[in-house]
């Protein structure tokens, strides 16, 4: 009877598992792999001498050397990672640096120059146009329930008007209670919710900010897109003075030859609603391809506060009416400064940036 | 909507061109995205007959037609296939041009001339068809030589494209948007020829109708039509149809979509012999019920929605063995309709609740023609105006048709009109003007209101087409706006209102704007990167932490709000390292978010159905993340920007606290918190970045440094936590000062900055304190270095004597040694 090829494993194994446990750096790991694993290992020298075996051992002897085999793999495995984590932990420590003992004044740093963002400094624009006119300037977050986005904005769930806004949900709560705000709109709500709380009506206010539409992204639209909106609630305030606002706007922003005008529109939480145009900056109102030969371009909406928002935030109509309107800013820059894709707003190649000051 | 502008002309008189109406649509609302004009470039084709078919030795394509235009045997070459001899066909002669601007010429191929060429429908713009030759046989009956437009009885016409606004339910229909014109104009509204029941028997004895659910429809109307022959429809109304974008299919399907687009109601024809009892009933799906709708799918029903209080109603129609006949409003079932051997129809004409319809539709994911109006609420009145427009309609082509008298009427809950009183002075106080009552009447009544004068105020009621009309003061701003519509928004005043409140902006939008100039000023390109990303991106800075996820998401890449700017910002700066315009610092101002359940006090708002739920959200904070780019750029130039950043934001004491934890994606021992010093708010982290994240977002760069700043912009707005300089200034000495150095050995414990602090404090006379060396040696204590300050004396009132320079110096020195530090 000869003796197993395999009698001597376990010491085999446990001697590997301590020569693995030696290896104090991931260089020595590397080196040593091929004797502990590889073609000329102990393991594969065994491997080979199960040949000799009859079938039935030779399967019981397979299993035996397979499972050693795994047992070195894993310690091998542990190591790498274990002297991985050591030598990242070495390298950090000798890159410390106690950054509260940097002298400042030492620091050398060459001259660069910076540029703004060309959206924020088309909103900052647009803010101050208004600012100008007597207008605070309020922000809101990105994230709304349901009830702000759409619901207080007389838009109720199913509301077929609800197409006009192709919506992001997020995954919170119920389906569908919480979105991605698809317009500043719901700024609007909170303010006047604000207002009446503190008793501090009349509002004049723009609200600009970063809203999400699930709109494929092109050369005229992204998904991720910023918009303006103007409310005013007041005494008095009138369909005239909506008008007046937005053709004092368009003067003061877009220039003097450029002009507004309104046409009968709809949105849910205005009525009258409004769509407004203004001349074409592109041809100044002789037509041509971007106008589609009308002269006149698409700015944005607007309307008399509908009664049913009011009712929505605890305003009394009989006393205060008011106006909204809402357009984007980015839109506002690509008509400006003509950028022919808006993608290139997202990409920040650092030669698009540079261009803005 | 397409509406072809000779369909207008049936109901008012228009001679303008559809350009002239262009600006008048316009300006009532119904914007014209564009015009199309049909039937250009016919004038010229005329009908011709096959007289002999011949092959063209060695060609397989085409073959060579003789045809008979009225002048004899004409040779022509044609590649068509779908025709026989003695059929019909349009032939355009050679010197004529087609629609598009083809001009035919004599042409010769494989030695054969061709004179002419014969014509598909979609190269004369009649319809879409391509497969072969127009076969005039089908539709008409020819005669040969007459001009193509005289033998259809078609005319030229130009179709308007026309976006119709959701609360103008009437204005899907050719006679919706005739009424406008019709009053802005000051014309007639003529209404469309209607025809009335001839038969001797009675409705009720052939068919019955029901309704089992009251609140989803409103009115149910069948009329039977007998002996009617199933055949094509005339050419006018094939065109009709195909300038709305519709496909002819028969006589009876054909008229049930004209009545549809011409009133907006829309109808569904059955073949009687197909309806079990010849009863059509509309109830309410139950659960488990599925339908085969004509599209092919079969759809569950009854199932609840994913929408706000979506319950899952959906409206059907059932014959009478109780067997499903269609998904009421929206389209018919898989086997509902009328077919070629159809003789006996039952027209379906009814309302259904716009409300459940949406739902419906938008559950199911099907959308029609039908749908589309009924969402936004039909006519109810209409029904069986519709259905004897039908039958006028389907007359033409079936003269043999008998409409049985009485149509079938049964009532659910049908929507009341409100009746909303307009005071003197209302349209005044939303407009600015005052319209009379006198135009604002004559604009009500066209528009179908019911106007009465009653102790000095208008009593106005809308008709049911106008299902957007509400009723109170909301009811009030929408028959102003009518008023104001048809008025013309363009006659409307203008004035720009002012108001005794400052404008302006407040604490936090000035220092977002003061952040910004300061950093472009210190050599920052301001960026904007995406607020979604990917699951990926979120693990490589919070593995396993809860993330605010899109349901929806264009992309999985694009499904989860970030909560850092540092991964966009590092991709953002690779792709224009790679591009080698990456030497660069380049910032991002922006909004980061946590999910609720991982931050102690979550944002609360109200939301759920009626906002009468309170709802945990997202919180958002708002970040200045800056990277530093370029080739030198490590942690020391990162603090070097952020003390030019803190200089010039005003922050007299916020220390860069090394030592602290810092979040994943910070390099752990190259990143220092900033701390305002008195109340101990973190600000935010200046260092590097993580290599490792480098590594994993550019791979193509290896051992660059990375450095970052990171500014919590909400907090750094709210002041009562840090510390800003005064406003009040501070005036310089005019005496002269003295400076003097102090090397103190520090224990590595003790913060630069704070040594420094103690150091300003200790003398009155300390006028500034600034490090200037710091020396780590062989010769120097363990655990201990040589931190080196330039302290500046002086005195608002007098020069300082050496003796009291000494006492201060003294005085620091005693202070020092009170955190440890030594003199060296």
Request: aromatic share 6%; with cysteine.
């Amino acid at each position: 009877m000869t003796t197993s090829p395999l009698a001597d494993l376990d010491s085999q194994k446990a001697e590997l598992l301590v020569s693995i446990g030696a290896l104090s750096t991931l260089d020595a790991l590397r080196d040593a792999e091929p004797s502990i694993t590889g073609k000329r290992s102990i393991l594969s020298s065994l491997q080979k001498s199960l040949g000799a075996l009859e079938p039935e051992a030779r399967r019981d002897a397979g299993a035996q050397l397979q499972e050693a085999r795994r047992e070195v793999e894993d310690a091998l495995q542990i190591r790498r990672e274990e002297l991985t984590r050591a030598q990242r932990a070495e390298s950090l420590e000798n890159d410390r640096l106690d950054l509260g003992d940097v002298v400042v004044s030492a620091v050398r740093v060459p001259v660069s120059m910076g540029h703004p963002n060309l959206v924020a400094t088309t909103q900052r624009e647009l803010e101050d146009v208004f600012v100008g006119m007597g207008f605070t300037v309020a922000d809101g977050p990105e994230v709304e329930s349901d009830w702000y986005n759409f619901e207080a904005l007389n838009i109720p769930p199913a509301h077929p008007a609800r197409g006009l806004w192709d919506t992001f949900y997020v995954d919170l709560g119920e389906p569908e209670t919480v979105v991605l705000r698809t317009h500043t709109s719901p700024t609007q709500i909170h303010l006047m919710e604000a207002a009446v709380v503190n008793n501090s009506l009349p509002i004049h206010s723009v609200m600009p900010g970063r809203c999400h539409r699930r709109d494929t992204p092109d050369s005229s639209h992204l998904p991720t897109f910023h918009q303006i909106e103007g409310l005013v609630v007041d005494r008095g305030i009138t369909f005239a003075d909506l008008a007046g606002v937005i053709e004092t706007f368009t003067k003061s922003y877009f220039g003097t030859d450029i002009a507004a005008r309104l046409r009968p529109g709809y949105f849910p939480f205005t009525e009258p609603s409004a769509e407004f145009e203004i001349t074409c900056t592109i041809c100044r109102g002789d037509g041509c391809r971007t106008c589609s030969q009308t002269g006149w371009l698409e700015l944005g909406g607007s309307g008399m506060l509908d009664p049913a928002v009011l009712e929505a935030v605890g305003i009394d109509a009989n006393e205060w009416s008011g106006f909204a309107f809402g357009f984007g800013i980015d839109r506002c820059a690509q008509m400006r400064y003509q950028v022919g894709d808006m993608r290139a707003l997202i990409e920040n190649d650092t030669r698009f940036l540079r261009q803005f000051s | 909507v397409k509406i072809s502008l000779s369909w207008l002309r049936e109901f008012v008189d228009l001679p303008e061109s559809a350009a002239t109406l262009r600006p008048t649509l316009d300006d009532l609302g119904l914007v014209v995205e564009g015009i199309d004009t049909i039937g250009e470039g016919l004038d010229d084709v005329v009908v011709a007959r096959i007289d002999e078919i011949r092959a063209i030795d060695g060609a397989d394509r085409v073959r060579l037609v003789v045809v008979d235009a009225g002048n004899g045997p004409l040779e022509i070459v044609c590649g068509a296939t779908n025709f026989a001899l003695g059929n019909h066909v349009p032939l355009a002669p050679v010197g004529a041009t087609l629609p598009g601007g083809f001009e035919i010429a004599q042409r010769t191929m494989r030695g054969v001339t061709s004179n002419g060429m014969l014509c598909s429908g979609r190269e004369l713009g009649l319809s879409e068809d391509h497969r072969g030759l127009l076969i005039l046989d089908e539709m008409t009956t020819p005669q040969v030589g007459v001009g193509l437009m005289e033998a259809l009885g078609i005319a030229r016409d130009e179709i308007f494209d026309i976006s119709v606004e959701g609360n103008r339910p009437d204005a899907w229909s050719v006679e919706g948007v005739a009424r406008d014109l019709a009053i802005r104009l000051g014309r007639t509204l003529r209404s469309p020829a209607l025809a009335t029941p001839n038969s001797k028997d009675k409705s009720e004895t052939f068919a019955t109708a029901g309704i089992d659910a009251p609140d989803l429809c409103g009115r149910l109307t069948v009329s039977v039509l007998r002996h009617v022959v199933v055949r094509p429809s005339p050419a006018w109304l094939v065109q009709r149809l195909e300038s709305a974008g519709m496909r002819a299919i028969s006589n009876v399907v054909d008229a049930s979509n004209y009545v549809m687009l011409e009133l907006g109601q829309p109808t569904h024809p059955y073949d009687a012999d197909y309806v079990a009892g010849r009863t059509i009933r509309v109830r309410r799906a139950r659960a488990g019920e599925t339908i085969q709708t004509l599209d092919g799918v079969e759809r569950e029903l009854a199932m609840p929605g994913r929408g706000l209080g979506d319950t899952g109603d959906d409206c059907v129609i059932v014959d009478g063995d109780d067997q499903l006949l269609g998904l009421a409003a929206i389209m018919g079932g898989a086997s509902s309709g009328t077919r070629d051997s159809t003789t006996d129809v039952l027209l379906e004409a009814a309302f259904f609740d716009p409300m459940t319809v949406a739902r419906s539709s938008k559950r199911h994911g099907l959308r029609s023609e039908a749908s589309n109006r009924f969402e936004r609420g039909v006519d109810w009145q209409l029904a069986l105006r519709a259905a004897a427009r039908f039958v006028e309609i389907l007359k033409e082509s079936t003269p043999e048709l008998e409409w049985l008298t009485d149509p079938l009427d049964v009532r659910g809950d049908v929507p009341v009109a409100p009746t909303i009183e307009l005071r003197v002075g209302d349209v005044e106080r939303l407009l600015g003007v005052e319209i009379s009552f006198e135009d604002s009447t004559i604009i009500l009544r066209g528009l179908g209101f019911s106007v009465e004068t009653s102790g000095g105020s208008l009593l106005v009621s809308a008709p049911s087409s106008r299902l957007d009309v509400r009723s109170g003061d909301a009811g009030r701003a929408d028959v102003i706006e009518e008023i104001a519509r048809l008025y013309s928004y363009l006659r409307l005043p203008r004035h720009t209102p002012t108001w005794p409140e400052p404008g302006g902006l407040n604490d936090q939008q000035r220092l977002r704007r003061q952040i910004q100039d300061v950093a472009v000023d210190l050599g920052v390109n301001v960026a904007w990167t995406p607020t979604l990303g990917s699951d990926g991106d979120f693990d490589l800075l919070s593995p396993g932490l809860a993330r605010v996820r899109i349901t929806n998401p264009l992309a999985e890449d694009e499904s989860v709000l970030r909560a850092s700017m540092l991964v966009g910002l590092v991709r953002a700066w690779g792709r224009n390292v790679e591009r080698g315009t990456g030497n660069v610092l380049l910032g991002e101002l922006g909004t980061v978010f946590a999910h609720p359940d991982t931050v102690e006090a979550p944002r609360v708002t109200k939301g759920g159905e009626g906002g009468t739920v309170l709802l945990k959200l997202p919180s958002e904070n708002e970040r200045f993340t800056i990277l530093l780019g370029r080739a030198n750029d490590d942690a020391t130039t990162a603090v070097g920007l952020w003390s030019s950043v803190a200089e010039r934001l005003g922050l007299e004491d916020v220390v860069v606290r090394s030592g602290l934890d810092v979040p994943t994606g910070f390099h752990p021992t190259r990143t220092a918190v900033l701390v305002d010093r008195a109340s101990g708010t973190q600000l935010g982290y200046v260092g590097e970045v993580d290599p490792q994240l480098v590594a994993e977002l550019v791979p193509s760069l290896i051992n660059r440094r990375l450095a970052v700043l990171d500014i919590d912009v909400d907090v750094l707005a709210n002041s009562s936590f840090v510390q800003r300089r005064s406003e009040i200034v501070r005036m310089p000495s005019r005496y002269p000062s003295a400076v003097v150095d102090l090397a103190l050995v520090t224990p590595h414990g003790v913060h630069a900055q704070d040594l420094a602090h103690e150091l300003r404090g200790a003398s009155d006379l300390v006028e500034e304190v600034e490090l200037f060396d710091v020396y780590r040696g062989i010769n120097l204590a363990e655990g201990t270095r040589s931190l080196a300050f330039s302290v500046r004396f002086s005195s608002s009132d007098r020069t300082l004597s050496d003796e009291e320079v000494t006492g201060a110096r003294n005085a620091l020195i005693t202070s020092a040694a009170a955190l440890g530090a030594n003199l060296r």
